[in-house]
């Protein structure tokens, strides 16, 4: 298992924007695949977006299309999560968890139970 550690997180007013970053332990952080999830309270944790090993195939949770990108630095053992436009709707806490590359060909992406190392979690609060 690699070490995840996340940060960026924070308080923001609807429309703005937050960059949060994942940091990993383990020098063949280029090996996993890197997913985001959030869990606001009360509810289940939800997919938000997936990064395949080399960054060049992405996915994204609908809600979040086209305001978030996902993305990562393989030399510096980072991945990244930009939040635009976000919404109070956005409002739970992030993780970053990394899986087997393979998760990247299937829908088990998705899923957070395809993942075997995880960080403990970010606060990201949109305000309206």
């Known amino acids: 298992q690699v070490r995840l550690v996340e940060s960026g997180g924070g308080s923001v007013q609807a429309g703005g924007s937050l960059r949060l970053s994942c940091a990993a332990s383990d020098p063949t952080f280029s090996n996993y695949a890197m997913g985001w999830f959030r869990q606001a309270p009360g509810k289940e944790r939800e997919f938000v977006a997936h990064?395949?090993?080399?960054?060049?195939?992405?996915f994204y949770a609908e809600d979040v299309k086209g305001r978030f990108t996902v993305s990562r630095d393989n030399a510096a053992n980072m991945a990244y999560l930009q939040m635009d436009s976000l919404k109070p709707g956005d409002t739970a806490v992030y993780y970053c968890?990394?899986?087997?590359?393979?998760?990247?060909?299937?829908?088990?992406?998705?899923?957070?139970?395809?993942?075997?190392?995880w960080g403990q979690g970010i606060q990201v609060t949109v305000s309206s």
């Open positions: 968890a990394a899986g087997d590359l393979l998760i990247s060909l299937y829908n088990s992406r998705y899923h957070s139970e395809n993942y075997t190392s």
């Open positions: 990064i395949n090993v080399d960054g060049r195939t992405t």
